[in-house]
């Protein structure tokens, strides 16, 4: 690992959607973001909702199962089956917790590449993700270059900025102030931080929508009341919202877990392997690029985008960006937005067609 | 007050500076901030730093100090004097904790008007603040225009978004996380909820900020090491800068009251009172405005200003509006910005050559 500690034997958990063909061309690998998992596309276990990127990744879809062979992993150091703080420590038969070494998005990289190479594929046809998953596309592609004929990073950064990294620490510090995380060591002692981890999730959702989006959805309407309580209930729609957010995130993710991803996100910062030069990472790629970004995403702006797009117009890359008119926030590569769905596709058939396989029937 | 309670005795905590002249027509007051309070051009009490306006307020300062007779009242609902959730509740003998009743910035605003009866003073020469205390000059204006002169709001709202709501809120909930908040009760139990203040304060102190300042100012800079120790550690300075910022809050502000103040600006919708229609609050004002915002606060965005000078304008109100260009955000109102700065004395100057007062002698 980055850290140059060694973590071993370790988990990584995954799931697979449509197959791979006989040249081992067609596989594509989405990297998730930071509380996602490898329920891309089907009906998650544990809430029971569909799959994070249902609108990207199906039969018929951009990224359609039909024609591509589909992987994604939970990234080490999650909650979702691979290696993570709540994963048991082989040497001590308890559960990791702070003992579970710092993970880098370079590290959750090196994991998935040995994944491809137990799945018996050289190269992977796509690699694409939004956000943390973004920086792991980029990752590959400067890692593993020979390995990635097209990427698609979505609403990320190729560094964490200082203010990324202030409401990640605000998170960690809501857990960390919960006396039920107990120096991390909560599993072994039957209790949980949910209320530390519930103010974490809070902080970080309203970063994933833009002032427009929450002006639109909630605005000052209250919460099945005609007039406000003069009280600390939650008489405004988006506290509920929040709550609610709050509440159902602790049911699916692990307080340690969330620790270690947003650490993994804040130490990203690709130029800094390459003499703080950016276009080095990229130098003589024979990679596809497509860019994408949201102009009311205020996360990941889009003028980081433009510095990945930069860095690869520099280092001689093939690179296509467009930034997609929105309002939806940092979240909208998540959602229904047509223009990512569209540029997707057509980034896809035309890197497909490249590669020699077969086109879609009923282009979009 | 608003919640139709009724808050009796009270206590109003204030300050004065200068002297009131024999018309009684020089003086002007102070609304403070969030977690301001009427330390405004002293020594604080409790930390023995500046007080929080000091480029504002002072001898030879826009807000003239030998010119004008400047009071400053901590809000009620505050801990710095005036009554709030950690006085004694006459009916128990016992701290209010959440038996206070919710103030609203009317409420605020009518406890500063009976402050200024107090004095013996009809008609204030200008109200001016900034952020929360924005809000009450333009409730100041809308209530009591007759007593108005002139008024500046700046880096404010005429009602609180959606987002900013949502700020709150988290902080809020990460207060009512922490086990020492006792359900509010926690002076009588002799423990404090620091950890969730703290955590609030971060939050909060992030939307103060830029993107663009905490790059400048931090960026992606560690805090005393030349490389990541891939822990939890404070690594980058952002962290420990924000650690401290909790940190130092705790030792001057009360939780409760922290819970009362943002519930004020919760609630705050000027035209909510007016029909809906903002220009109905100032409908035929005598008061002369001026409005201030900066481009890079996005706590209260320039469009927020834009719309409080629109029903300015159309309610036939005297007017100016300044978009004043800083990276600082919204904490540029309490910072040296020569802009400001000037465009305070300007408006000043010919407010009070309008009121027939003293002309400065040496003006910027």
Chains 1, 2 share one sequence.
């Not at 960006?321 to 997707?344: M, N, Q, R, W, Y």
């Amino acid at each position: 690992m980055d850290s140059g500690l060694l973590l071993s034997p370790f988990t990584i958990a995954y799931q697979t959607y449509g197959e791979l063909n006989a040249d081992r061309t067609n596989a594509v690998l989405i990297c998730h973001a930071l509380t996602g998992d490898q329920h891309v596309a089907n009906i998650h276990p544990v809430t029971g909702k569909a799959g994070w990127w249902q609108t990207m990744v199906g039969p018929g879809r951009p990224i359609d199962t039909e024609r591509y062979f589909v992987i994604c992993s939970n990234v080490v150091g999650g909650c979702m089956g691979s290696t993570g703080p709540a994963s048991t420590n082989p040497a001590t038969g308890k559960p990791y917790g702070l003992d579970m070494p710092v993970v880098t998005i370079r590290d959750m990289v090196r994991a998935q590449a040995l994944l491809i190479d137990h799945l018996g594929i050289d190269q992977l046809f796509c690699v694409a993700g939004g956000s943390m998953g973004g920086m792991q596309v980029l990752q590959w592609a400067a890692s593993f270059p020979e390995r990635v004929f097209a990427a698609m990073p979505i609403a990320t950064s190729a560094r964490h900025s200082s203010q990324n990294i202030a409401f990640h620490e605000v998170g960690r510090q809501a857990i960390m102030a919960d006396p039920n995380w107990r120096g991390g060591r909560y599993l072994e002692e039957g209790v949980r931080p949910e209320k530390g981890l519930a103010v974490a999730r809070m902080a970080a959702h309203i970063t994933y929508m833009s002032d427009d989006s929450l002006h639109r959805k909630f605005g000052r309407k209250l919460q099945n009341r005609a007039a406000p309580t003069f009280s600390f209930e939650a008489d405004f729609q988006i506290e509920s919202y929040l709550r609610h957010q709050g509440s159902t995130f602790v049911e699916r993710f692990d307080a340690n877990s969330y620790l270690y991803v947003t650490r993994a996100m804040d130490y990203f910062d690709l130029a800094a392997d390459y003499d703080g030069v950016l276009a080095r990472a990229f130098k003589g790629a024979s990679t596809r690029f497509c860019v994408a970004s949201f102009t009311s995403d205020w996360l990941f702006p889009t003028v980081d985008s433009r510095a990945i797009v930069h860095a690869l117009n520099a280092g001689g890359a093939s690179v296509s960006f467009v930034e997609i008119a929105t309002d939806k926030g940092h979240d909208a590569f998540l959602l229904d937005v047509p223009d990512l769905i569209s540029t997707t596709g057509g980034f896809l058939d035309a890197a497909a067609s490249a590669r020699g396989l077969p086109q879609r029937k009923t282009p979009s």
